[in-house]
Each structure stands twice: as structure tokens, then as C-alpha cells.
């Protein structure tokens, strides 16, 4: 049982260069999200897909996308990297009123 | 929308020493507050969790209290250990809507040996 699977672990970027952060779960949720963590603001929803086929905005979507391909796949799409988003992104699944699973995390640092 | 207070945002104590962490919410609709532990370089994980038809939960070492009424719940560990040291977060979700939850900032333990 994986849980919820995130790649890549670490990803360095150039100002302007696009990426996108693959996360999977396997625990039939509904529900998926995008997070960043920086030092000192806790957890930050980016993006929310509270279905299959739906996707919301969250705390802080600006510069970002998301596609939610499956029920068990949701991607997050950085068009044109920014230092401000140098972030670790953790990805979350969960059941209705259930806690969250996370991800393992990503690193980003775009220089 | 929801908004959580967790206080302090850093917590530091002796080993063997009790924690308590703190945090209120605002909105009476919430019902389910889990709180996480993410230890450095980790992703946050489940260590309790409480549902507002209860007023406490214990789990070996740490308990977690509920007081609907005033609406704040508190994380409590007792007999502190080295490995206790992490980022502790609370949150709040109600169980309709878009069950999103609504995070607390985080609280920094750091135990002493």
C-alpha cells in the first residue's frame, strides 16, 4: 500500500523553465490537493480537486496550474518558475472528514 | 471560512517534561481536528485525531482535548522525549462543504535531553 506517491523529490529550475510535479494515491479518495510549505506559514493550499474532473483554487494558485487526470492522479504545472516559488510542495489525498494523507514532498529551488 | 490559531509557535521543555499546544478555531460548523507531526525533511503525518462528539482522546503518550463551547483543542504530551522534537500542526475541517481543512501555523518543539 503506497499511499500517496509524489515525484520528483528534488528538482533544481531556472528562472522561467516550466515543470510538472507528478502525485498518485492509491486509496481510491475522492478528494486531492496541492500544497507549499515555507518556513514560518504553515501549509498553503495551492490548488484543490475535491473530485474527479474539478479543480479549485486555493490560498495560492497564482503561477500555478493543475490537472486532475484520474481519480487517482493529480498534477501540479509550473509554467514559468519564479524564485518565489521555491517551496517544498507536498501533495495530500483524503476521504470526506477523514484526516490528510501526504506525500513525500517535493524540494524546489528555482535559481 | 475557518481560522486556526495555534499557539506557541515554539515550544521548548526538558526531557520528561509535559507539552501543550493550543489552538482555536471560529467556525461552530467544524467537527473533525486532527493534529500532525512532521519531523524534519518529512511529510506531516496523523498522530490523533478528535471529533466533536468527544471531549478527550488518549493515545500512550499524548492526548488531545476538545472544548466545542469555547472552541479551541490542545495537544498534550506527557513524559516528553528527544524524538517528540518536530513541527506540530492542528486543523479543523467539517465533515459537509468541500472538506477542506483549515491548518494552524505550526508549533516547533524542541525537547532537551
Known amino acids: 500500500n503506497a499511499g500517496v506517491t509524489q515525484t520528483p523529490k528534488f528538482q533544481v529550475l531556472k528562472t522561467g523553465q516550466s515543470m510538472t510535479l507528478q502525485c498518485a494515491q492509491d486509496?481510491?479518495?475522492?478528494?486531492m490537493y496541492w500544497y507549499r510549505q515555507d518556513p514560518g506559514m504553515g501549509l498553503r493550499l495551492i490548488y484543490y480537486?475535491?473530485?474527479?474532473?474539478?479543480?479549485d483554487k486555493g490560498e495560492v494558485p497564482n503561477g500555478y496550474n493543475v490537472s486532475r487526470l484520474n481519480k487517482r492522479e493529480f498534477s501540479l504545472r509550473l509554467e514559468s518558475a519564479a524564485p518565489s516559488q521555491t517551496s517544498v510542495y507536498f501533495c495530500?489525498?483524503?476521504?470526506?472528514?477523514?484526516?490528510?494523507?501526504f506525500g513525500s514532498g517535493t524540494r524546489l529551488t528555482v535559481v | 471560512g475557518e481560522n486556526v490559531e495555534q499557539h506557541p509557535s515554539t515550544l521548548s521543555v526538558q526531557e520528561g517534561d509535559s507539552a501543550v499546544i493550543k489552538c482555536t478555531y471560529s467556525?461552530?460548523?467544524?467537527?473533525?481536528f486532527p493534529w500532525y507531526k512532521q519531523e524534519l525533511g518529512k511529510r506531516p503525518q496523523l498522530i490523533i485525531d478528535?471529533?466533536?462528539?468527544?471531549g478527550e482522546k488518549k493515545d500512550q503518550r499524548i492526548a488531545v482535548t476538545l472544548n466545542k463551547t469555547a472552541k479551541h483543542f490542545s495537544l498534550h504530551i506527557t513524559e516528553t522525549q528527544p524524538e517528540d522534537s518536530a513541527v506540530y500542526f492542528c486543523?479543523?475541517?467539517?465533515?459537509?462543504?468541500?472538506?477542506?481543512?483549515?491548518f494552524g501555523r505550526g508549533t516547533s518543539l524542541i525537547v532537551h535531553p
Open positions: 495530500a489525498s483524503t476521504a470526506p472528514g477523514q484526516a490528510y494523507t
Open positions: 486509496m481510491n479518495h475522492n478528494s
Open positions: 480537486s475535491a473530485s474527479e474532473g474539478t479543480t
Open positions: 467556525d461552530s460548523a467544524s467537527n473533525y
Open positions: 478528535i471529533r466533536s462528539n468527544v
Open positions: 486543523a479543523a475541517t467539517a465533515s459537509g462543504g468541500s472538506y477542506i481543512p483549515t
